[in-house]
């Protein structure tokens, strides 16, 4: 089975920011589509550095290094080694300029060569979410500390939700923990799947239940993209709110 994108995104700077750390792009070669947000953090402008170094750099390792000859295993790898190089990147900058010392970005991907898989991945605590069906379903996981905590078993998941570590990352781009970097998720596409990408100033203030309606029952992927946005700054996000929204579509 064929499948072809629509694809609409949204970046916002919010009712309570000055200027937005946030970068968001979709990336369409002749073979490949990347999807990608990125939520900058660090003091002056040294989040919104890192996370236009993050949406430059990915796509253009990937362009360079997927070939169309790769097993699923191989694609898995040079996403991986993409992402790992950004965070060399992030890491020696910030090493060269002290404004930039502690500067990080966040990362989430969805990664598309015109097959029958996405491939998606992400280091930080912005998300993807696969919508299928009209359930909604997280496909990556948060590296923060209260998400550790979840997995430590010391708190619930839905204590997790309001706890005071879950702004508080462990691993992002700009830190030595990213290591090979992160696990990558196949999807096996079906018609009308849809994806959403987005950081938490979307995901802190507006429910899974709210997102999976939202995406759902939207005809129009640019439209719900901005619909998004709009919705977590009327639920009083004090964030910059970014999202990608993907529509699978058969033929």
Request: overall charge negative; some cysteine; proline content about 2%.
């Amino acid at each position: 089975m064929a499948f072809t994108l629509n694809i609409g995104k949204c970046s916002l700077l919010g009712n309570y920011r000055e200027n937005n750390e946030d970068s968001i792009d979709v990336k369409i070669f002749p073979d490949l589509t990347v999807n990608i947000v990125a939520d900058g953090m660090g003091g002056q402008a040294a989040g919104e550095i890192a996370s236009r170094k993050a949406v430059d750099i990915i796509p253009r390792e990937l362009r360079k290094n997927l070939t169309p000859h790769l097993n699923v295993e191989g694609v898995k790898t040079t996403i991986r080694r993409a992402i790992v190089q950004a965070n060399e990147e992030i890491m020696a900058m910030g090493a060269l300029d002290k404004d930039m010392k502690n500067m990080g970005t966040t990362v989430v991907m969805a990664v598309w060569r015109k097959g029958g898989e996405m491939f998606v991945a992400g280091v930080g605590d912005s998300r993807c979410y696969l919508i299928r069906n009209k359930r909604i379903s997280q496909l990556t996981v948060d590296h923060s500390l209260a998400q550790a905590l979840v997995e430590a078993k010391t708190i619930s998941p839905a204590e997790a939700k309001d706890h005071r570590f879950r702004n508080v990352l462990w691993k992002y781009l700009g830190s030595k923990e990213v290591g090979e970097g992160p696990e990558v998720a196949v999807v096996q596409l079906q018609a009308n799947d849809r994806f959403l990408l987005c950081t938490d100033g979307l995901t802190g203030v507006v429910t899974d239940d709210d997102l999976a309606e939202f995406v759902s029952s939207a005809t129009d992927m640019q439209q719900c993209a901005e619909g998004l946005g709009q919705l977590a700054l009327d639920q009083n996000s004090r964030d910059n709110v970014s999202c990608v929204v993907i529509e699978v579509v058969e033929g």
